[in-house]
């Protein structure tokens, strides 16, 4: 079975993600299921400048449609809750629709960057307190930006360890080198392989165990065929013979199963 523990669907900015899109290229490429978020969740444009009015969406409509999306799709799309600090907020409102949805929910996505918040503010901490208290694991945006800095991740995960943290991209536009070090010393921070290259995998493999990391690829926000990039066919395919079995399943579903929670 494979997972991709990190894909999208939405169409925002020059974001262009429709839902058939990411099924027909998890069907051509053989990926059984998806956790997905969707990207119209962003509060900030690609220069930091907050969207206009007629272009931000409502925190609870985005997420409702992601719980719609994976109710078309039965086991095959599990979907997280993209959070919207400066214009949503853990409001009652929406206290009361993750408890309603909770069942069907897997967790909370932060992207730092597109929503200009960092993971380790006062604006997002109350996002977290919400995780603790509904056992959600937490799913973060991670590069070489400050505001998205995996030091960050860290230092919550170190805060509130009963709570779980996935440092997507280990550190995008980075050698990954801190975010692999974070991840060995912390037991409560995991990484995906979104746009990581499969040494660094190999390395945080090495040095934190073969539990700590997920096959992901934000899918599809290259387009339908972006499964076929040479890092992406790397974990798919080259490494399905060449890598210890007991790890590449781990990698390439068990460990989102257990960190998601996911019913497969
Ligand atoms: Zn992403």
């Not at 290229?25 to 007629?54: R, T, W």
């Not at 897997?106 to 503010?121: E, F, M, R, T, V």
């Amino acid at each position: 079975m494979v997972i991709d523990a990190h894909a999208h669907f939405g169409s925002i900015l020059d974001f262009y993600m429709p839902e058939n899109m990411l099924i027909q290229s998890m069907d051509k490429y053989g990926i059984d299921c998806a956790v997905v978020s969707n990207i119209q969740g962003i509060e900030f444009d690609h220069d930091k400048h907050p969207l206009a009015k007629d272009r931000l969406r409502n925190q609870i409509d985005i997420n409702y449609a992601a719980i719609e999306f994976s109710r078309k799709f039965p086991g095959r799309i599990y979907p997280l809750v993209w959070v919207m600090p400066h214009t949503g907020g853990v409001s009652e409102e929406f206290c009361r629709f993750v408890l309603e949805n909770r069942s069907g929910i897997y967790g909370l996505k932060l992207h730092p960057y597109l929503n200009q918040a960092p993971i380790d503010s006062a604006l997002v901490e109350p996002y977290i307190r919400l995780a603790a208290e509904y056992d959600l694991p937490v799913v973060v945006h991670t590069a070489s930006t400050d505001e998205s800095s995996p030091r960050r991740v860290f230092n919550m995960a170190v805060k509130y360890p009963c709570v779980k943290f996935v440092m997507v991209h280990l550190g995008l536009y980075t050698d990954h080198e801190e975010s692999i070090d974070l991840i060995a010393k912390q037991p409560n921070l995991y990484g995906d392989t979104t746009w990581v290259a499969p040494e660094s995998t190999l390395k945080l493999i090495e040095k934190a165990g073969p539990d700590r990391v997920m096959f992901g690829s934000d899918a599809p926000i290259s387009g339908p065929d972006g499964y076929s990039n040479p890092i992406y066919q790397t974990y798919l395919e080259k490494w399905k013979t060449l890598f210890n079995t007991h790890d590449y399943e781990k990698l390439m579903s068990g460990n989102a199963v257990k960190f998601f929670g996911l019913p497969v």
